[in-house]
């Protein structure tokens, strides 16, 4: 399989989930401004939507939109239980964090950045919903170590890969939701994040939290 990803972009999940899975895979880096891969290809003749990210399998289909990439990963290695399994109110619980994740936090995020031109004055707004988002994570993080209880899943990379973009939001993850950092801190402990982290050649999270203060 090969995964296309720009650094520090969403396709930390999948590169975390991939690792998880120790499935084999490669990564092809992209240039979201030029649209271009960086063997030269145009993105656009492998994602009309030109959005990673994409995960091209082996026959040559490509599976594109974060949710999807991350459930077909889990799926590939159900003894990983890195999902829950199909067809069970479980799943559709997962299913239910997945959705939360990709349009209430995912989506609340391109307004605080720059490339976007979104004007100045309508960021407070999109902060304070964006904050009481995270409040809600921050709350069932209190009662458990992961999303879906005790144990890893795919949902919680990709919580990991979007709530690295707090900075930019002006959003104090370790002042305001403790749980929620806690969080953080437990996922960059495990080797997929690490491996993940790596090669897109970013920094950890809490590190950066750290640098900052």
Same mark, same amino acid.
């Given at each position: ?28 880096? *992209? ?12 993105? %656009? ?30 799926? +590939? ?17 997962? +299913? ?9 936090? &995912? ?12 004007? #100045?004055?309508?960021?407070? *707004? ?17 009662? +458990? ?9 795919? *949902?919680?990379?990709?919580? %990991? ?15 305001? &939701? ?9 996922? #960059?402990?495990?080797?997929?994040? &690490? ?12 590190? +950066? ?5």
């Amino acid at each position: 399989m090969k995964l296309y990803y720009s650094s520090g972009a969403c396709g930390i999940s999948p590169n975390i989930a991939l690792h998880e899975s120790g499935l084999d895979f490669d990564v092809v880096a *992209v240039d979201l401004k030029t649209k271009t891969t960086e063997d030269g290809r145009d993105f %656009y003749t492998i994602n009309k939507k030109g959005s990673i990210p994409v995960l091209e399998l082996d026959n040559g289909e490509t599976l594109t939109e974060g949710p999807a990439v991350l459930q077909y990963i889990a799926d +590939q290695v159900p003894e990983k239980n890195l999902a829950p399994k199909n067809g069970t109110m479980e799943r559709y619980h997962f +299913q239910e964090r997945l959705n939360f994740v990709t349009s209430e936090l &995912h989506k609340g995020f391109p307004i605080f950045f720059d490339v976007y031109g979104y004007p #100045e004055e309508a960021k407070p *707004v999109a902060r304070d919903l964006l904050n009481r988002k995270f409040a809600y994570v921050n709350e069932i993080l209190g009662t +458990q170590d992961y999303l879906m209880g005790d144990d890893f899943t795919v *949902v919680d990379g990709y919580l %990991y890969n979007v709530t690295r973009w707090t900075p930019a939001a002006n959003i104090d993850v370790k002042a305001d &939701h403790p749980n929620l950092y806690a969080f953080m801190e437990r996922m #960059e402990q495990r080797p997929s994040v &690490h491996n993940a982290l790596k090669m897109e050649k970013v920094e950890m999270f809490t590190e +950066q939290q750290c640098c900052a203060a």
